[in-house]
């Protein structure tokens, strides 16, 4: 049991999320890709309600806190430089960069970059998790086409 609340919380951390997450349910626990798709799924997305609408909230409290705020600019600045795509397709955008699966492109990062355009929470919400039911699906593919071949040049998989 403790392998499902390990890999539901570990699809919730920003470096993580469902990237890293999904391989190590399916190839490190042997759980069914389906049920580790849908546990990661629940549990990424899950992180983003309170996120999106926390974020906000945190702005306000950082600029009391000069440290806070310098480490707060930083990530904005470096999530601005890569949201392009978002700026350039709103919601669409949102999909392809969470969809995406690579680093730092998760549903973290989409949030973060959808607060700093102003975009709609709850339209966010949804491309988020189509994005997320996206990276998903290729990460799970990838992770079983690896578990099936992995054996063939030597490296047992569980």
């Known amino acids: 049991m403790y392998k499902y609340l390990y890999i539901f919380l570990l699809s919730m951390l920003p470096i993580t999320e469902l990237r890293a997450t999904i391989p190590y349910g399916i190839l490190e626990y042997n759980i069914e890709w389906g049920l580790v798709f849908a546990i990661c799924v629940f549990g990424n997305f899950l992180v983003c309600i309170p996120l999106i609408y926390l974020l906000t909230y945190f702005d306000q409290i950082s600029k009391k806190y000069s440290l806070v705020d310098k480490i707060l600019d930083k990530i904005y600045t470096r999530t ?68 099936h071949l992995l054996p063939y040049i030597g490296i047992e998989v569980k």
Not at 89 to 100: D, L, P, R, S
Not at 103 to 113: D, F, K, Q, S
């Open 80 to 147: 601005r430089s890569r949201s392009n795509i978002v700026n350039k397709y709103n919601y669409w955008g949102i999909v392809i960069f969470v969809g995406i699966p690579l680093p730092l492109t998760g549903a973290w990062t989409g949030c973060l970059a959808s607060h700093l355009l102003g975009l709609d929470k709850r339209k966010t919400l949804i491309s988020i998790l189509i994005g997320l039911t996206i990276s998903a699906t290729i990460v799970s593919l990838l992770s079983l086409i690896a578990a």
